[in-house]
């Protein structure tokens, strides 16, 4: 294995979008931009906490996002090649990439969805809002209209 791709999907955000919005969408330009705010502060806690020797594998962390259903969610990538077998000091045993990609990704899973859901939810909310004003039905026949003065 040449490197390390870390696929995280976030099942509960496409699935929110599908009941909020009645079909699949895509992130806006807003959500997007806080799904990529968070997975900033998880590579970061990735390289703050990763082994160093030459700091080339700690470097090499990057990520790729997916904002379009399905799969909405991103990568955690390390194209540096013994990437995979980096471990803590000393320690030859579980690589370091099994451990901290989840203890990151928790960190901050509670607060990236939050406020993902908020996002989502206030902006179906204007959708609606823009179609009800969008569509204005006609008076039922026979009733009057209030009458404008000019």
């Not at 990520?63 to 399905?70: A, F, I, Q, S």
């Not at 909405?72 to 990437?83: A, C, K, M, P």
């Not at 471990?87 to 990151?104: H, K, V």
């Not at 959708?127 to 008076?139: G, K, M, Q, S, T």
Request: zero cysteines; a neutral charge.
């Amino acid at each position: 294995m040449a490197g390390i791709i870390f696929p995280i999907r976030l099942q509960s955000i496409d699935a929110l979008i599908g009941v909020a919005h009645g079909r699949p969408r895509s992130l806006t330009a807003a959500e997007t931009a806080t799904l990529r705010d968070y997975v900033d502060l998880i590579i970061e806690d990735i390289q703050d906490r990763w082994p160093v020797d030459t700091g080339t594998s700690r470097d090499g962390w990057q990520y790729e996002l997916y904002n379009h259903p399905p799969g909405i969610g991103f990568d955690l990538i390390n194209e540096v090649e013994y990437s995979p077998y980096v471990s803590a000091a000393g320690d030859r045993g579980q690589p370091a990439y099994e451990i901290l990609i989840p203890w990151a990704v928790g960190r901050h899973a509670p607060a990236m969805r939050a406020e993902l859901i908020r996002q989502i939810n206030a902006e179906e909310q204007r959708r609606r809002d823009r179609e009800a004003r969008a569509v204005r039905l006609p008076p039922p026949p026979g009733t009057l209209r209030p009458r404008v003065r000019r």
